[in-house]
């Protein structure tokens, strides 16, 4: 066969980040820890910035040239079915500040609260180290300085807990690919590699992660496909071919595969935990938070139909003079915003009667698993100290009323906007 088969159904593929550790600084890469349960359509892509040479004088009509500015990453992380550790690992990066306390039994709650200033010189935010494998045996690439910029979580009736984040990372990409040109003989029916030996423990694996051979063809100048048929298991690898002509002269050989995985190419053990149902978020409505618990306030329950909060961190990566490098070298937050939204049945006029006060109130979701030790359970609370009544536009759902009721998230003067708890069984987050 001319190339080999590879599997490249989408559920093969995998998603593994550095969730407990943050890089140590913008560009450097962290050991990948946890590897993440994430929904099918989740991609982190390069996005390469090109430019042709259209608008110089070139000499003819059209362009001849195209110039290389680096790039980019970007992509949504998804988890439809969210997990403690979703929040934790998500939250933290996307918000910034993290405190764990240990606590019985192996257990650890985690106290996550909005960063205030910078992490260092180059980023407002903390950045994690990402990889993928695409396909069971297409390729796996490494995302280096990934930031959370937005964070969406949703509690929809009969549902899960769902939780996405929007990804921007620097453009510092590498992969596990190879492509290696040697010489040999136009004639030849072998190719020994330079060094490598090529990924797979069974001689069908190694035959697919070569994914073609090409040959030069010295009357043509065009690079020719190469049948091959057995990759060995040494190293350096021995790829059979078919001889590409009878003619005995010297020519380049293109070989593309896979070589044997090394440091990251190996990804850590899956981590899972329960997924969180919205039949178990507890919401409290009113009063004021003292730092530890509600006064007042009164638990919603039938009535809601749906609970959306939104964090955007206009964090934007940067190419700065000096850089160095062909990525951008520092990525600044330009000011959160957040927003909260109540999907509800209209039986009272409570939030109407907020709204014409423009006074503030406190809100507490609270989203409780079953226990990981006696007593201690899976747990995400969402405490928001401050909020005022922006919106509450009244509507018809299935021959009933409702509101939307939307809440401006405000800074308070002692709790700040946000405060996020996570108790689960890992020791950190972005530490």
Known sequence: MTRSIRNFLATHNLLAVSARRQESAINTEQDLDTTLLADLNTILNYQAVKFTNREELTGKEEPD??????GKVAGTLSFSRAQPQHFGFLLAYGLGAVETAALADGGFRHTIRPRYGEVDVARSNPSFTAAMRLGRQVLKRRFTSCFVDQVRVDFPKDGWAKINAAVKGTGKVGDNTCLEEIVAHYNAGSLTLAASGVAGESATERLSNVQAVQVLNP???AWDEVAYS????EVPGAITISPPAAGAGSTAYRIYYLPRESDWTSFPPRLEEPPLKVNQVEVTLGGRWDGNAFAGGSLLAAELRSITWTMKNYLTPENTPGAGSGYANRAFRYGREQNLKFDRDFRDFLMAQH???NDTLAIHLKAEGPEFAPGVKYQ???VFPRVAVLNAPIKVN????GEEVEFAVLEDDNFGSV???VQNQVSSYAA
């Open 65 to 70: 040239r195209l110039h290389d500015f680096g």
């Open 219 to 221: 009357v043509t100048q």
């Open 230 to 233: 057995a990759v060995s298991g």
């Open 355 to 357: 709204l014409k006060d």
């Open 380 to 382: 995400v609370e969402l």
């Open 398 to 401: 299935q021959r009933r009323l």
């Open 419 to 421: 405060i996020a708890y």
